[in-house]
Structures are given as structure tokens and as C-alpha cells.
């Protein structure tokens, strides 16, 4: 039983508190001659009642009492904001804990940092109190942490409500409009403020008809969702489509240099800020997957985005344009078009050409969103602009929330690998300075300092557990976790999940939840397509295995198979030299087939089923092996799972106990068509003869 104080600046003196120095840090010398300060105060305001409804709540459920700051109380949440603030501190804000004889106090200097701190001693529960005395720093590594929903307000004949989403439908909208009752958002906004998250884009970047007009005719609407968000500290984005001038403004053209273009859309700009004064900006699939875009004007990504940023610089907001742009329409028979290839060849030249509000948003790896991908090149490649990495917490390739799979792993991998291997940059010897990983490279550290951030597209709708699979919220939890400080190890990241999700969870089911969790995305890797190949599953909605599904047809996902051997030369010496678009040392890593890693052995070369790996093994043999093993692991998850089910409320064990059964009957369906598939391609038997069909 605690005593929990809030102590702002409005206390003393009854002014509002001030825009904040973060702001500022986040968009730069735009946002600093224009940002509306009133509406940063309308923000700072309402999270600043969410923390004391925060104190209050907890109170309610634990004990204790909400007392005066000057009551010596047991934690003191302190607003400070600092006074002048910096014009541009060097880091984004975060908040400080200090720690002395038992009493903590945490203060930041804007009331969302406050909040993160809010969560964090949440987070650490009575430890918070209990430990040493301390005075320590939290700070996100990177100053943009946002989730991409890609959900239609109406339901799309095809992708249904939600594209690639696996728990039921939208929270923001339901038939055609968005929902009457919000509360779930602000629900949804807590979990988020509760792992760092602060920008939510609300709909599909694939802009169909009815979802353009957010922009317009539903901006009351939007407004509303903003409400929704904001008390928590999240700031809204939208999906915008390139062709709006036309569609929605009636303009004969959507060029972007064209001056009635440029106009329409700063005037929709400055309407969408009237209506929600702390808006974020707009998201941004331009001429990619039949999009529109610049292209069909003769003009470049460059202009593109370019005129959307002069169009909202004006509010401070941001243009987050992605580079998931490839040609869909290829041609089978073409083997000199590489879908890999594509990001880097349209993106890269356009180094140095983007508004320093513009984010250029890549995907984590040059195809989809694979479970095992190289990481994209395109990530180093643009030091003069603001890059940010894209993931994707929603399952649409690693198990549609039907498959038990940790992602934080696959995610902690990407943000530490080092595109110049051990060197600082492209110029720098490998003892140069600390060699530079991914996420230095989203949050502005790597060469350049031009961070755009880490973004993700959300696994959340409607479903009674948020995600579909109850364990998949532990995506959600580490993907904010991650965003926030890429150092996290992702098993002690489950541990947290597990601590917040199950209160007081015994050992058993803390061990029980590692065992199925911690190896889940090799487990997925070994029983799906082998070897950094990709795909291999069924066209259209991307569940479950077909190995050929993708071989013939428009969209440039191939994998060569044939009586020899298997995968894509993407060597220069004579494949489509997308090594080429690596820095040293990594183009002659992958150029080679000596040392080319065994798990993107496939992406990289076209190699003979005898082929030996470097474990040792022949590739064919490796295909066996692994899928048996995969099968077998899941089936050891079934059985853990069954083991500690009854330590859960009912609802989730057998939420669970169904995704599993699903899991092993789609990773044995799995197994049997890719071993058989590779067995009548090469008629080379298993050396261990198990039943292959
Ligand atoms: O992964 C693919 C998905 C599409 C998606 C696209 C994208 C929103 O299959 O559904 O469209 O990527 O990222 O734009």
C-alpha cells in the first residue's frame, strides 16, 4: 500500500504546460518555427489526466493512497519541463528514475515520457521500490516507435476487414464507419503508451475508395479516433492515396508538380490539422502492388513525397513513404528481372533528395517479410535521408497467429546486424569505431544521422484476446520493447510479457511459455521453406505450403527448382548481382558460396540437392532433416502447452490448446508436401528412410 503522488507544472503556477522539447527533437527546425503550441498543450493536458486516473486506478487495485507531492509520498511522478527548453537536445526524451531509501521519483519533461516512466515502474512492479538506491536515464533509442494498421473501413471482398490480419476485425471501424464505441482504442493506446509505442497510422496503405475519404469527408470521424488515442499519448496517422487530387478533389491530374496539385493538397493538409491539431502525418504506398503513384506522371519517389512534405512541414508532420515498390507484373520467363533488387534500384539514387521530413520506410528484408530474409541493403544505402526499418508483427508469413512464433528474436537479429560487418561505415577501417547495426541506422546513429525510426504493422482487431492467439500479444509487447531499446534480450522481454500477462505466474508456466516460445521462429523456419528461399505458400492468402504456387506466376517470387538443384542466382558473377547492392564485406559474404551463410544459402545461389552445407549436411538432406525436426518440436509444444494449460483462466488455455492443435496439423501438412516435393524432384532417398510420399 504506496503512496503515489503527480506533481506538473500547472500545480504551481495553473498554466498549461508548454510545448515540449521532444516535439521539437522529433521533426526538427520545421517543427519548431510552426508547431501550434496549444495543440501540443491540448495533448499534454490529457495525458497528463490519464497519469493521475493511472494513479488513481492503481490504487484502486492494489492498495495505497493518491497524496499530495508533498507528502512524501512513496513515488513521486514529477513533470519538469526543462526551462528554456534546449533548442535541439541531442537525444529524444525519455525520463530519469532516481531511487533513494526506499522512495522513487520519476521525472520527465514532457507528459507522455512521464507516462512511459509511469509504465515502466509498472513494469517493474515492487522492485521498483525495493532496489538499491539509483539514479538512472531511460531513453528510447529511437525517437519515432509507430504501428501501421492495415485495416479497411469497409470489408474488402478479398483481404476482408483487416489485410493480413488474424484476430477478427478492426477496432477502429465496423460497417463502413468507424465505431460508435471507442473505448477498445484507448484501451489498445494504454498498451501501447505501456511499451513505448507513440504514433498509430489507422488504415491500410492499400487506399481503396472508402478509406481515401478519411481524408475528407470522414476527418470528424478521424477526429474522433485521435480523441481516443490521445490520452494515452498516441498520435494518428493516415494512409493517404497519391491520387486523391484526382479522386477525391475532381482535379484533372495527380502530378506532383503541378501547382493546383500542390495546393489541393496543402489545403487538405491544413483541414486535417484543424481537425486534429496534434496529427502525425501521412503514410504513404506509392506505385507498388497497382498503387498510385509519381510514375504515371513521369516524376520520381523523390517528387512524390516531396510535395506531400511541403504540404504538411507547415504542421510539423511527417511523410512516412515506403520503399516496397517491385514490379507484380513480371514475366516467368524473364530471368533478369529480380524482385529483390527492386527497393535498392528505385530508392538508393534518390539519396540526398528527400525533405528532412520525409521517412523513406523499408521493409526489413528485399522481398516480404520472410521468416528468413538477408537484411534489406536498402537500409545502408541512403545516409542523406531519414530510413526507417519496417517489421511486421502481424503473422502474414510466420504462422498467421494460428502458429505459436516469437518474433522478437527474428527482430533482434535485424536491428543488431552490422551492414559494414565490423567498421563504423563505408569509409571507416573495422577498428574505425564501433561497428554500426540497423537499429543505429533507424535512430539516426549510423552514418548520416539521419534516423527515420522503426515501424511495424500491428498484429491487433477485435478478437476477445487482441491478437488471435493469446501468445502472439507478446509480439505486440516486443515489438514496442525493441522499438524502444534494441539491446533488450528477447527472452527476458518474453519474461516481462509473461510477468504483466499471467500475475504471478508459477515456474511451470513461465518454463512452459519459454519452452514453446524462445526457439518458435527457428521452429517455424525448419518446417516451412528451407534455406532463406521464401515462399513456397499458397497464393492469395498465404497459409500453408505450396511449394510451386508462386513459381509461374506475376508477382517475382521464385525459386528455380528443378531435377538438379534449387534457388536464386543473385550472385554478379552470374546471377542478377543483387549482392552488388551490399557494402563490404557483406557483397562478398553472399557472392560466395564458401561463405554465404547456410540459412540464405538459397536466396543467394543456385546450387545442386548435394550440395554440402557448412553443418555438413547435403541440402536435400538438410530439407529432410529439418522438417522432421520441425514436426517434432511442435509436437513437444503441444504437449508443454498441455502440461500447464489449467494454470490459465479457461478461455485462453483453450484459445490456445486449438492454435496449437492447428499448428501441428498445418507443420505436419508442411512437412509431408516440401519433403515430398524435394524427394520427387531429386529421387534422392532420406538417409534416415522416413515416410516421405
Ligand atoms: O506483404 C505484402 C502483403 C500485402 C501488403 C503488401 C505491402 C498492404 O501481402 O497484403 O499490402 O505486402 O506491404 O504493401
Known amino acids: ?379 545502408a544505402a541512403m545516409p542523406r535521408t531519414r530510413v526507417a526499418l519496417e517489421l511486421q508483427v502481424t503473422q502474414e508469413y510466420t504462422g498467421q497467429q494460428r502458429h505459436a512464433v516469437y518474433l522478437g528474436p527474428a527482430w533482434s537479429e535485424i536491428l543488431r546486424w552490422q551492414p559494414w560487418g565490423d567498421a563504423a561505415g563505408p569509409d571507416d577501417a573495422p577498428d574505425g569505431g564501433a561497428p554500426v547495426t540497423v537499429a543505429d541506422l533507424a535512430s539516426g546513429r549510423g552514418p548520416g544521422g539521419q534516423g527515420g525510426g522503426i515501424a511495424a504493422v500491428s498484429n491487433v482487431g477485435d478478437d476477445r484476446f487482441w491478437t488471435g492467439h493469446p501468445l502472439a500479444q507478446a509480439n505486440l509487447y516486443a515489438f514496442g520493447r525493441l522499438a524502444w531499446d534494441p539491446a533488450l534480450d528477447p527472452p527476458a522481454v518474453l519474461d516481462e510479457w509473461i510477468d504483466l500477462t499471467f500475475p504471478g505466474a508459477p515456474a511451470e508456466l513461465r518454463a512452459a511459455v519459454h519452452a514453446i516460445l524462445d526457439e518458435s521462429w527457428h521452429t517455424y523456419e525448419l518446417y516451412t521453406a528451407p534455406l532463406g528461399i521464401g515462399f513456397m505458400v499458397r497464393p492469395g492468402h498465404h497459409y500453408g505450403p505450396d511449394v510451386d504456387g508462386y513459381e509461374y506466376t506475376p508477382w517475382g517470387t521464385y525459386h528455380f527448382a528443378d531435377r538438379d538443384g534449387i534457388g536464386v542466382d543473385r550472385t554478379r558473377a552470374t546471377g542478377t548481382g543483387y549482392t552488388g547492392q551490399y557494402p563490404a564485406p557483406w557483397r562478398e559474404v553472399y557472392e560466395s558460396l564458401d561463405s554465404c551463410p547456410d540459412e540464405l544459402l538459397l536466396f543467394f545461389h543456385h546450387v545442386p540437392y548435394t550440395h554440402v552445407l557448412h553443418s555438413g549436411k547435403t541440402v536435400v538432406q538438410h530439407v529432410y532433416d529439418t522438417h522432421f525436426e520441425g514436426v517434432e518440436r511442435v509436437e513437444r509444444m503441444v504437449e508443454r502447452w498441455e502440461d500447464v494449460a489449467g494454470l490459465v483462466p479457461d478461455d485462453v488455455a483453450r484459445r490456445v490448446s486449438d492454435r496449437l492443435t492447428e499448428q501441428r496439423r498445418s507443420a505436419v501438412e508442411w512437412r509431408d508436401q516440401v519433403t515430398t516435393y524435394f524427394w520427387r524432384k531429386s529421387g534422392i532417398p532420406d538417409e534416415q528412410g522416413r515416410t516421405i510420399y
Open 1 to 379: 500500500s504506496r503512496r503515489l503522488a503527480l506533481r506538473s507544472p500547472d500545480d504551481e503556477a495553473g498554466v498549461p504546460v508548454g510545448s515540449s522539447s521532444r516535439d521539437r527533437q522529433l521533426e526538427g527546425p520545421i517543427a519548431t518555427e510552426h508547431t501550434d503550441r496549444s495543440s501540443s498543450r491540448r495533448t499534454d493536458r490529457a495525458v497528463l489526466a490519464t497519469l493521475s486516473a493511472e494513479l488513481d486506478r492503481a490504487t484502486r487495485a492494489h492498495g495505497g493512497a493518491v497524496v499530495g507531492h508533498d507528502d512524501e509520498p512513496d513515488l513521486l511522478l514529477a513533470l519538469d519541463p526543462a526551462d528554456p527548453a534546449p533548442a535541439e537536445p541531442a537525444e529524444p526524451a525519455g525520463y530519469r528514475l532516481l531511487r533513494a531509501a526506499g522512495r522513487v521519483t520519476v521525472t520527465a519533461d514532457h507528459p507522455t515520457s512521464l507516462l512511459h516512466g509511469w509504465f515502466h515502474v509498472v513494469r517493474l512492479g515492487a522492485v521498483a521500490f525495493d532496489g538499491p538506491d539509483t539514479d538512472e536515464h531511460h531513453a528510447p533509442v529511437s525517437a519515432l516507435r509507430m504501428l501501421d494498421h492495415w485495416d479497411n473501413v469497409d470489408v474488402h471482398p478479398v483481404m476482408g476487414q483487416v489485410e493480413r490480419g488474424y484476430a477478427g476485425g478492426s477496432i477502429f471501424y465496423d460497417a463502413g464507419h468507424v465505431r460508435a464505441d471507442l473505448s477498445r482504442v484507448t484501451t489498445y493506446a494504454r498498451l501501447l503508451a505501456a511499451v513505448g509505442i507513440d504514433r498509430v497510422a489507422i488504415n491500410n496503405v492499400n487506399v481503396a475508395a472508402r478509406e481515401a475519404r478519411l481524408l475528407t469527408d470522414d476527418l470528424p470521424e478521424v477526429a474522433r479516433i485521435a480523441a481516443a488515442l490521445r490520452p494515452y499519448g498516441v498520435r494518428t496517422h493516415l494512409s493517404v492515396s497519391f491520387a486523391s487530387p484526382v479522386t477525391l478533389g475532381g482535379l484533372p491530374t495527380s502530378d506532383p508538380l503541378d501547382p493546383a496539385v500542390r495546393t489541393w493538397w496543402r489545403d487538405a493538409a491544413d483541414v486535417v490539422w484543424r481537425a486534429v491539431p496534434d496529427f502525425g502525418g501521412f503514410v504513404v504506398k506509392a506505385d507498388s502492388e497497382g498503387q498510385p503513384g509519381p510514375f504515371a506522371h513521369g516524376r520520381d519517389h523523390a517528387d512524390g513525397a516531396n510535395m506531400l512534405a511541403e504540404a504538411v512541414a507547415p504542421h510539423g508532420g511527417l511523410v512516412h513513404w515506403r520503399a516496397f515498390v517491385y514490379n507484380h507484373t513480371q514475366d516467368w520467363r524473364d530471368r533478369t528481372t529480380d524482385r529483390a533488387r527492386a527497393a535498392h534500384d528505385h530508392f538508393a539514387p534518390l539519396d540526398g533528395r528527400f525533405a528532412g521530413n520525409v521517412v523513406v520506410q523499408v521493409k526489413h528484408g528485399p522481398v516480404d517479410f520472410q521468416v528468413r530474409e538477408p537484411v534489406s541493403p536498402v537500409l
